[in-house]
């Protein structure tokens, strides 16, 4: 497939239903897309001042101290103690990599690249630029031969589905018997709110319980978007497998995709602060508490969203419908058949809009105008 067959940008379509929302005579409340909107922690700020004397190339393995900072962070924050810095690398966020990796681990005809049935369109684009086959799959038992590699997303995107340490396990079992590159997107793994994961850290792909003594294989995507506001400074690595990780850098290398010297400070900096990542959680958790019980006193089911930065919502009927009713309250969400089939009643509303404008929305849904 040619980067010249790419359906639209799926978004487009959202445009009428923003022209509509913008009427509301109380104004917009923009709830479809995770784009964060409270400010780059100051330390942040600050280190990525210091470091725009920038004038040589950047390193695209990343600084020592960055890689360290990554491998430190894994063990602090993850549950995952002991990797080292050559089963780490930065990349210029976790998008680029999510639709390049087919393409670096050298997939193409023939091959299959499984993901989640309600899932990140990236994951199926990157197959089809491959020229690989994408299959949307979430149970490990239905994961086909030829199956070269599977992508699964904890917390989920947009479902808020998180598996548990045993499930991961599992998965890597399959995974193992078919020989595939299993890779983990876990970058809203901070954000867990509902259930174990109201008490217990989200486990990653590369977590001792789950990994039965080797990375081979196992890839985990992180990004500090969310967790650190950083999505402007494209921030984000790759974590696992010594081996596949020197395939990708020698990749990148030749394709120079490298993030910026200065970005590369303020991401190690980041890294060593848990203080502005709890701050931001209890912010996120504040919209939350606002916007679900309004959507469910409005008639809405919300489905998974046990961790996450969304709210997994449905009435029951097309999400396009459900999408205008919303639109008429001034509310814009996401549309669920962006995600898969499996997801033509549900809409996803995001809690990256500043708390008075939730509000705002929560109380136009309590005054039962839907």
């Known amino acids: 497939m040619s980067v010249r067959d790419l359906a639209d940008y799926p978004w487009d379509a959202v445009v009428p239903f923003r022209d509509r929302a913008a009427q509301h005579p109380g104004g917009l409340v923009d709830l479809s897309v995770g784009s964060p909107v409270d400010p780059t922690p100051d330390i942040i700020r600050r280190a990525l001042a210091e470091a725009t004397d920038a004038h040589a190339y950047p390193q695209t393995v990343g600084t020592p101290v960055l890689r360290e ?12 103690p002991d990797l080292r810095i050559d089963n780490v690398l930065p990349t210029i966020g976790s998008k680029e990599l999510v639709g390049l990796l087919p393409t670096l681990l050298g997939l193409g005809p023939g091959d299959i690249v499984v993901h989640p049935r309600v899932a990140y369109p990236t994951y199926d684009v990157g197959a089809r630029v491959a020229g690989a086959t994408p299959l949307a799959a979430d149970d490990p038992a239905e994961w086909p031969e030829g199956t070269k590699l599977i992508w699964i997303n904890t917390p989920g995107n947009p479902d808020g589905r998180t598996w548990s340490a045993a499930e991961l396990a599992a998965a890597v079992r399959r995974a193992r018997e078919l020989g595939a590159v299993l890779a983990s997107d876990e970058c809203y793994a901070e954000l ?179």
């Open 192 to 370: 867990g709110w509902d259930g174990p994961w109201s008490t217990e850290p989200i486990p990653s792909v590369l977590d001792p319980r789950v990994t039965d003594g080797s990375r081979a294989n196992l890839l985990s995507v992180y990004s500090l978007s969310k967790q650190s506001n950083l999505a402007g400074y494209r921030a984000a690595f790759v974590a696992g497998c010594a081996r596949i990780v020197g395939e990708l850098l020698t990749a990148r290398k030749h394709l120079g995709l490298m993030p910026p010297a200065p970005v590369q400070h303020a991401m190690a900096v980041a890294l060593g602060d848990d203080a502005h990542v709890a701050a931001q959680k209890e912010l996120y958790r504040a919209r939350r508490d606002l916007l679900r019980p309004a959507l469910e006193a409005a008639g809405f089911r919300i489905d998974g969203s046990e961790a996450g930065l969304y709210l997994w919502a449905t009435e029951g009927r097309d999400a396009w419908e459900s999408l205008g009713r919303l639109a008429d309250l001034g509310i814009l969400a996401g549309p669920g058949p962006f995600y898969g089939a499996d997801a033509a009643q549900h809409v996803r509303l995001a809690l990256t809009a500043p708390t008075e404008r939730v509000s705002a929305a929560a109380e136009r849904l309590h005054d039962g105008a839907l």
């Open 69 to 80: 900072a990554i491998v430190a962070w894994y063990a602090r924050r993850r549950g995952v």
